[in-house]
């Protein structure tokens, strides 16, 4: 009886660095553990095969593929204008972001000029997907921590930001609202507005979201000092987006190698500190992109205001032929870093069409930092990273 | 830095062996393949040079050869090159810069099953997207689509 | 294999019984939470605030296939993916009832010329009751799928397959 006792304060003393403390305590059999692809705390189908001694991770081998669709294929097959749709499943919650990291790349192989006030709205939609991608983070690390109720909240701003892209482009999820050389449609009557008093609404329940989730103590202690990525590290492994902010680096490709109309607009890019644990822990993450969604707000306002007059599409044929050449342009998803590779033979399909995204080098920074965690924390740092599978997969 | 004046720096401390090309809209230094794991760690390790950061590594399949694209970045100085390193088709076989940048441990896998291109000395070579029963590789060219895949049409 | 079948003489009468087990199966399906790709955004957002699936008695999502009867085959299944979407349909205990849900799972969906990686359809691997088109399907078309496949219920029978 008194053993036990003692066992049982042994274990409720045991609160924060329980890993380092229990390693030294217990040492079993390592076992081998599937986690995924299907399982309630995945980001989709990303299958971790966890080597660990009871709660405590040794090794973290991620296998990913299980939603490899050979988008870089279909590419090859395809002339330029009819993989604009494609792009929309490479990041479905950031498809707008992903149409415009496209259209630019091709803009540029083909030597294309875009009219003002369709970089303009380009800007517009992609900030407003930056804000609904976001906002969905934000409610996944609340199920991730236990929290129900922040998803509620999060999709029912998002589901507005929804009804502003269908009565632009029709669609709710998949846009191909971007074309090469523009944009499809010019706003709709009433869009400028809308958008406005949203952007006054969703002010105001950031505030509420901050009170009910980013500061309250459980989930606090749930999220500092958990998942801990060095700066150096993430350089390392090729991490981009609020992953690589959160761990202190100050690098935007909005600001550090601008495009479209961002060099007109003004806004901060907010940076993990280590407020509440480490610099680059799971909190520092989160709080990154609850920021973003201010500065996003900042922008989409200031570029209502100065949307010009104008045509919205330049005048792009059917089927064109880009000079032979070869192009990288990149571009800031809400994930992460967006590149595209596209090599150009002078035929209307591209030659090769390489797709770098955020998530998948985000991803492969996981396992370095998971060694000597346990179980739970393990699904709080890679909720943090808020990686997208057919991102990863294509 | 632009990739002109980073190639000259380069040529000082390496010397022959590596070719530039003044390609408008992508600049790139042609390396051979025995001397790119020499050339990566100039680059990574030189402080003027420091590209600390592999953006983006691939592969595309030419009609003559398999050429790998190496896009790398320094956070520090904020300039960027993009290195080609040209290997046979019917060996393709490059090294590995995976203990340059650890990022490249997952480009090189993807390159490895979509492309079959070896990279010597990897820690890790196997499929990465595609199931580990696979035949072929589908970003050749050449590549036939299989009718089934485990029974399945395909 | 029906709850009753073959264990009594064919003229036994089941109506009221039938009446009673569909009403109650029809009105509580538990999905398991299994989503693929891009239409899994379109479910969750059916089982948030403004769609509220909970209005037609499916809003509990389970994580274990086990304490689930409805599997919403959200999204692209790949080749890889197949084998994987198979097990956890066998492990679903019975009845249950599958929807395709969007393209992909109908047919293989836009990968479905090119792409040398993506199965052409769910019905492939598993039975499917419900078909529902769109990429992605919007709430409400997943939520008429939902009605379609509660009326398929009520037709059942406790005697016969």
Known sequence: MSEKLKLDNRSTSIVKDAASHMAEVVVGEEMLINMGPQHPSTHGVLNKVLKTDGEIISEVFPQIGYLHRGLEKIAEKLNYHQFMPYTDRIDYLAAMNCNLAYAMAIEKLAAIEVPKRAEYIRVIMAELNRIATHLVFMGTMGLETGAWTPIVYGFREREEILDLFEMTCGQRLTYNYMRIGGVSDDLPNGFVDKARKFCDVLEKKLVEYNNLLSYNQIFIDRMAKVGVLPADLAVDYGVTGPALRGSGVKWDLRKNEPYSVYPELEFDIPVGKGELGKVGDAWDRYMVRMREIEQSIRIVRQALDKLPAGDVRAKVGRIFKPAQGEVYVRAENPRGELGFYVVSDGSANPYRLKIRTGSFNNLSAVPPISKGMMISDFVITLGSFDVVLPEIDR | ?154 | MSLIENRFNKNLIVTSADYFINWGRANSLWPVSFGLACCAIEMMATGMARYDIARFGAEAFRPSPRQADLMIVAGTITHKMASRVKLIYEQMSEPKYVMAMGSCACSGGPFVKHSYAVLKGADLVIPVDVYIPGCPPRPEALLEGLMKLQKLIRQKSIAKK
């Not at chain 2, 010397?15 to 794991?37: M, T, Y």
């Not at chain 2, 020499?38 to 600390?52: S, Y």
């Not at chain 2, 990279?119 to 499929?127: A, E, K, M, Q, T």
């Open chain 2, 1 to 154: 830095m632009t990739a002109n004046v980073i190639f000259e720096k380069l040529r000082a401390r390496f010397g022959e062996g590596i070719e530039f090309q003044d390609n408008s809209l992508l600049p790139f230094i042609k390396v051979r393949p025995d001397s790119i794991r020499k050339v990566a760690d100039i680059l990574r390790n030189n402080p003027d040079l420091g590209f600390d950061s592999l953006m983006c590594l691939t592969a595309v399949d030419n009609p003559a050869n398999f050429t790998i694209v190496y896009f790398l970045f320094s956070m520090k100085h904020q300039h960027k090159v993009t290195l080609k390193v040209e290997t046979p088709k019917d060996n393709p076989n490059v090294p590995t810069v995976e203990k340059i940048w650890s990022a490249a441990n997952w480009f090189e896998r993807e390159v490895y099953d979509l492309f079959g291109v070896k990279f010597d000395g990897h820690s890790n070579l196997v499929r990465i997207m595609l199931p580990d029963d696979w035949e072929g590789y589908p970003l050749r060219k050449d590549y036939q689509y299989p009718a089934t895949y485990r029974g399945l049409p395909l």
